[in-house]
């Protein structure tokens, strides 16, 4: 099992870009330097990696930073879990960017992955709490 956070602010996966001059399609440098952080939180963490074969779970919560004119009664609301963050970036984009930067590396492909849980929170610290394993 590969359990891990990603601290400071999250950067949901970018549409690739088309370069009109050149013709060249290419990945934002937002995106591309957030996988990079991604893999890099990994790799120190678990220096001897060795990517999963078999089936794979992966579960991702992103606590992102409560906005600064939250009213007090949404504050509370936060506290008892009643209410989420839905602001940008999109779930979807978060999942995309983590599987993305973790492919090849924490697993062979993903297509691997058979099951998958995300969420989204509020916290003070903006941050990505990853766990991959295999089942």
Do not use: C, W
């Not at 120190?44 to 990696?49: E, Q, S």
């Not at 949404?74 to 008892?80: F, G």
């Not at 209410?83 to 492919?103: E, F, G, R, Y």
């Not at 099951?115 to 929170?121: R, T, Y």
Request: charged letters at 35%; aromatic letters at 12%.
């Amino acid at each position: 099992m590969y359990e891990f956070e990603v601290i400071g602010e999250i950067k949901g996966k970018a549409r690739p870009r088309l370069n009109t001059y050149t013709g060249h399609i290419y990945t934002m440098k937002g995106t591309a330097d957030y996988e990079n952080l991604v893999r890099q939180y990994f790799i120190i963490k678990y220096p001897k990696y060795v990517p999963f074969e078999n089936r794979v779970h992966v579960k991702i919560i992103a606590y992102l930073k409560m906005p600064k004119n939250m009213t007090n009664k949404n504050k509370k609301l936060v506290e008892e879990g009643v209410l989420s963050p839905v602001k940008k970036p999109d779930i979807d984009n978060i999942v995309k960017i983590i599987l993305d930067a973790l492919n090849k590396i924490a697993f062979k492909d993903d297509n691997q992955i058979t099951k998958l849980e995300i969420e989204k929170f509020y916290a003070e610290e903006e941050k990505v709490y990853i766990k991959i394993e295999e089942y």
